[in-house]
């Protein structure tokens, strides 16, 4: 994955030349997946790409590091920009690639309301806009022509339900969230209390606290929870397995035995599948970033060749429990 710094951030270079295109002559035939006729050849579709962090986990380095291979293999030219997890320089990464008039954007929001007015001049400059993994707030979304990924809020409940059942129903839980403010962090919180307040009183949450979707501030977050409440700790539920691998560690260092606290998380990680079958990890679900980044690339091209895609199209998270981890191949990521 090629990295170079720019004053908008960090650009994950992905432009395939026209030269290296006209090699492979499949790479000018319409796909498949396409449900219709190319309005140019592929190497001649420009869609730039922002992403969320791919410094932060090892999904989002995954997703990107997808994106620039896809979009080698379709040949199209592509630009995939890391905005650092900041709202500012995403906004102005949407800018530039708009001025440069590509055929799409795909932008994963860092923020669920402050790159509405970048969305909008997009839009309105006639540059079909897609997000993908974390929906932008309601007021942007009159202006994208769709969205691509997980599911977060039933990502959430059913880590509910798999902490739930783990815990028979009752016990004290903490809670390790994401990024205040991102639009998943928000679906993963709400949408886990409201279904823990709903089908499983009995339990009580002891205190939740931020780490950002970073594995080692999730550590120390832990252990400061270990310090606080002690034994009284039955659960924990992470946002995603960075996190819980993160949570995990301070259980360990802790002198905890595997599975004396419930651990669930979304999205699992390889790590984290490994750490299910040595018994510290209680539950999570499937969420793979290569099947995010591919149908957020796919639907970027059809809405380039002016085919209409669905408002909303979603990738599949069943969830992956001890009884059932070996039915799922170990993430790569």
């Excluded at 902490?163 to 991102?182: H, K, M, Q, R």
């Excluded at 339990?203 to 606080?228: G, H, Y």
């Excluded at 035995?257 to 984290?272: A, I, L, R």
Aim: charged share 20%; with cysteine.
């Amino acid at each position: 994955m090629n990295i170079i710094p720019t004053k908008l951030g960090t650009t994950l270079v992905a432009a395939a030349a026209a030269a290296l295109a006209a090699g492979s002559a499949g790479a000018q035939d319409a796909p498949d997946w396409l449900d219709g006729e190319l309005k140019q050849p592929l190497s001649e579709t420009r869609i730039g790409i922002t992403v969320l962090y791919p410094g932060s986990n090892a999904y989002q380095a995954k997703y990107a590091e997808t994106a620039v291979e896809y979009s080698e293999e379709l040949g199209i030219q592509a630009t995939v920009m890391d905005p650092q997890g900041d709202p500012a320089v995403q906004f102005d990464q949407i800018q530039d690639m708009a001025s440069q008039n590509m055929d799409a954007l795909v932008v994963w929001p860092t923020s669920q309301n402050a790159l509405i007015p970048a969305i909008r001049n997009a839009s309105r400059s006639g540059i079909p806009v897609i997000t993908s993994n974390s929906p932008i707030g309601e007021a942007g979304r009159r202006y994208i022509v769709g969205h691509t990924g997980p599911d977060d809020c039933a990502q959430a409940e059913q880590s509910a339900e798999m902490l739930g059942d783990a815990l028979g129903g009752a016990g004290s839980i903490v809670v390790v969230e994401g990024t205040p403010g991102y639009t998943v962090s928000i679906l993963r919180k709400n949408c886990f209390l409201d279904k823990m307040a709903d089908d499983y009183p009995g339990i009580e949450i002891l205190a939740s606290q931020t780490a950002e979707w970073n594995r080692e501030k999730a550590q120390t977050v832990m252990e400061t929870f270990l310090t606080q409440f002690g034994d009284e700790i039955d659960g924990v539920y992470a946002f995603d397995d960075g996190m819980g691998l993160g949570v995990i560690s301070a259980l360990q260092g802790a002198g905890k035995e595997p599975g004396e606290v419930k651990v669930v998380t979304c999205n699992q990680f390889g790590e984290g599948w490994d750490a299910m079958k040595e018994g510290w990890h209680s539950g999570s679900n499937k969420q793979s970033p290569v099947d995010d980044a591919i149908l957020a690339i796919q639907t970027a091209v059809k809405v380039a060749n002016g085919i209409d895609v669905p408002a909303l199209q979603g990738i599949e998270t069943p969830k992956v429990l001890p009884d059932n981890v070996d039915e799922f191949e170990r993430p790569s990521w």
